[in-house]
């Protein structure tokens, strides 16, 4: 059994683009940071090199085990918000960007393309959203959210949603069992 078929559902109707709210130039992240999967060092790295090239854009990183205060300017640690205020976060997002050394699924940086960011990350930590994003597996975290930045390309939001909702997991799952049975 092909582990792609195995999907996991989001909440569709707290993640999704909203076109009311203004996109800024803000990357997000979120995670729990004083994991070793989530590659905090790497992450604060990344966006501090690209923020110190790169005036217009500031970063949010959310979630637990962060640090009590950003040493960069442009970079804002908040804890770990509740489902409808961390959507109105990625609403107001252009980038999603994981540093995850792996994932199982990837569930904050689907939900971030649910609400319109380009998702960005190593490797094929985001396979299931590439589509979306277009990065380069091989390519480096800074390379990847210089040409998104530079490049935005629109956001396929609909094909997330519609991917990712509760309806289409189930019949994914149902399709999957009865074809195990024969």
């Not at 070793?36 to 090239?53: G, I, M, P, V």
């Not at 971030?112 to 979306?132: D, E, F, T, W």
């Not at 975290?141 to 040409?147: G, T, Y």
């Not at 935005?152 to 289409?168: H, K, N, T």
Request: hydrophobic share 45%.
């Amino acid at each position: 059994v092909s582990q792609s078929r195995y999907l996991h559902p989001i909440q569709t109707e707290i993640f999704k683009l909203d076109p009311r709210v203004r996109k800024r130039n803000q990357i997000i992240s979120v995670g729990r940071w004083d994991s070793y999967q989530k590659n905090l060092s790497l992450l604060l790295k990344t966006l501090a090199r690209f923020l110190d090239q790169n005036a217009a854009w500031s970063a949010l990183v959310v979630g637990s085990g962060l640090p009590k205060a950003s040493w960069h300017p442009r970079i804002a640690f908040l804890a770990t918000l509740s489902a409808p205020s961390l959507a109105q976060k990625m609403q107001e997002s252009k980038i999603f960007l994981s540093a995850s050394r792996y994932e199982s699924f990837g569930l904050a940086g689907t939900e971030a393309a649910a609400c319109g960011c380009v998702a960005l990350g190593p490797g094929k930590i985001l396979s299931h959203v590439a589509s979306l994003a277009h990065p380069s597996p091989n390519s480096k975290l800074l390379d990847q959210l210089s040409r998104a930045a530079q490049t935005l390309v629109e956001a396929r939001q609909p094909i997330a949603l519609e991917m990712f909702s509760g309806r289409y997991v189930a019949q994914s799952f149902l399709s999957l069992l009865i074809d195990n049975s024969k």
